[in-house]
């Protein structure tokens, strides 16, 4: 029997499986579910001064809470795959919403900072396991020619998500306690494990492979994911805490730098050379996936970045608070959620890559109309960029989740999903860090630049001192004191001029990035967008 027949039998056997409940019910189910561990990425963001506040920490040590969340996320991912695999898919990941729902209500009652970042950890672990393993089901639960659809709806909970939770996470600290941010996972998770529980049913070629797997003894590649898990955690803490700790300025960060390079390097002759490594790399030198891996990559990065750096703009340059600021991305969430069932419909029309290569064109010009930033913008200028940023997302998205799984065979959708995933996480990790990095290098830059245009000699310079001199005597401070408060406000306005340059320095950067994907979108190959069979693509 050729490959193509094992493929096309066993995705046939996995969708006849799942056709005994409603595919799209099930779609619905894993979403809310994805929905909610993907909310918790960025929910807890702008919560971090009332975290600091309210357990008595330094804003440095509150920024721990999000760290360890990344860290452990992504360590769980890489083994996600076999443990499915080995243990049941259906069961693993009814342990992993059991656990993030419970760890969720524990970090909304955390007593110090200490038992929240251990609650946060636990978080991540268990949130690590539900995204690639809600993928898998869907690609198993839906014909190739409808994956477009389903990823549509897992869409709007992967992208729509991290919109939404500095929205949420402001308005509910904000107006009652930064513990919600938590605790509203509670009821969630409770109605999503019942749902999962009675809808979701384990496919019979995934309980023979079990079985097979048991029968030949195959077992946990321990030490590829101890490398792998090193390798990536270590990454995370480089990424996250870099800017923070000075980068190699810190022997901390050498050290991370030295372990995460050291892990890396001896993963790879380990996974090459196992029969069943908990990662299988070779899925990365192929055109097609190793290309859909780095687009995600790119997506992710510019995803989480202009989630985070567009609502910190507004509220250190224009002084919103943190509800308002999540609001201005509400309108681009709200495009993202309607393009996503159009791309949906539109995948089985037109082939991927070009899907892709317009959304990043889309994406780019988003970035760019970003740079026209300056003081008097209003909320409808944020709004409206947000909104062209949510036409190209789901341009990228829904293509590339589909492409990824072309030409795979069934039993490799699992390990497909947890890299794919692991592409978006790692992704919006390297976004954060370089337009952090690009802020706080091209902020001083531009300092530099500006203050050496600030000297008595300067024509410019004597007329704005005099105009505030005249501006503060107006209202009633003599002139001694008009003087200095004059300067003082001078010096307000080249800081807040050199913060404005280096946030358009970094939309230029993300507007880059997204062009340099449109090459690597170009080379994918063309997919059978007729194709009418359940299991994945030949």
Not at 68 to 92: D, H, P
Request: hydrophobic residues 50%.
């Amino acid at each position: 029997m050729s490959v193509a027949a094992v493929a096309s039998a066993g995705g046939q056997e996995a969708g006849a499986k799942a056709g005994a409940v409603n595919p799209w019910l099930i779609a619905m189910v894993v979403s809310i579910a994805t929905f909610m561990e993907v909310l918790d990425t960025t929910i807890a963001n702008v919560a971090l001064r009332y975290i600091s506040g309210g357990l008595a920490v330094s804003a440095d040590e509150a920024s721990w809470v999000v760290t360890t969340y990344l860290v452990s996320n992504a360590i769980v991912l890489v083994a996600s795959s076999f443990i499915a695999k080995r243990y049941g898919r259906r069961r693993f990941y009814l342990a992993c919403l059991a656990t993030f729902t419970v760890s969720s209500i524990l970090c909304g009652l955390a007593w110090n900072l200490e038992s929240l970042l251990f609650f946060r950890m636990v978080q991540g672990f268990a949130g690590g396991g539900m995204v690639p393993i809600s993928q898998s089901i869907l690609a198993d639960s839906f014909p190739p020619a409808k994956r477009g659809q389903a990823f549509a709806l897992f869409g709007v909970a992967v992208v729509v998500a991290p919109v939404v939770g500095p929205t949420l996470g402001g308005w509910l600290s904000d107006n009652f306690s930064w513990h919600w941010c938590f605790l509203i996972n509670g009821p969630v998770g409770v109605a999503a494990f019942l749902l999962v529980y009675f809808l979701v049913q384990e496919p019979d070629s995934l309980r023979k492979e079990r079985a097979d797997m048991k029968r030949k003894g195959v077992r946990f590649d321990l030490i590829g994911f101890l490398l792998v898990a090193v390798f990536l955690g270590a990454l995370e803490l480089v990424l996250d805490r870099g800017q923070t700790e000075d980068w190699f300025g810190s022997s901390f960060i050498i050290v991370a730098t030295a372990i995460c390079l050291l892990a890396f390097f001896s993963a790879i002759p380990w996974l090459l050379t196992r029969a069943n490594p908990v990662i299988d790399v070779r899925l990365l030198a192929s055109r097609q996936f190793g290309a859909c891996f780095l687009v995600m990559m790119a997506t992710g990065a510019i995803l989480i970045a202009t989630t985070q750096f567009v609502p910190q703009v507004l509220q250190e340059n224009f002084g919103y608070t943190a509800t308002w600021a999540g609001l201005a991305l509400s309108p681009g969430g709200i495009v993202t959620m309607t393009m996503m069932f159009i791309v949906g419909r539109l995948s089985g029309l037109i082939q991927p890559k070009y899907l892709i290569a317009i959304g990043c064109s889309i994406i780019a010009l988003a970035m760019w109309d970003m740079t026209r930033l300056y003081a008097d913008l209003n909320f409808g200028f944020f709004a409206w960029s947000r909104m062209i940023l949510g036409l190209g997302l789901p341009l990228i998205f829904i293509p590339i989740t589909s492409a990824s799984y072309d030409g795979l065979r069934p039993d490799q959708t699992d390990q497909a999903s947890a890299l794919i995933n692991a592409a978006r996480n790692t992704g919006g990790s390297i976004g954060v860090c370089i337009a952090s990095n690009v802020l706080a290098h091209r902020e001083q830059w531009h300092h530099s630049r500006l203050v050496e245009h600030i000297v008595p000699s300067e024509p410019g310079y004597q007329q704005a001192l005099q105009t505030w001199t005249d501006y503060f005597i107006s209202r009633g401070v003599n002139a001694g004191d008009a003087a200095q408060q004059a300067i003082g406000a001078i010096g307000q306005q080249v800081a807040q001029q050199s913060s404005y340059l280096a946030y358009i320095d970094v939309f230029h950067t993300l507007a880059l990035i997204s062009l340099a994907v449109v090459p690597l979108a170009l080379i994918l190959r063309k997919i059978d967008l007729n194709h009418k069979g359940s299991g994945p693509a030949h």
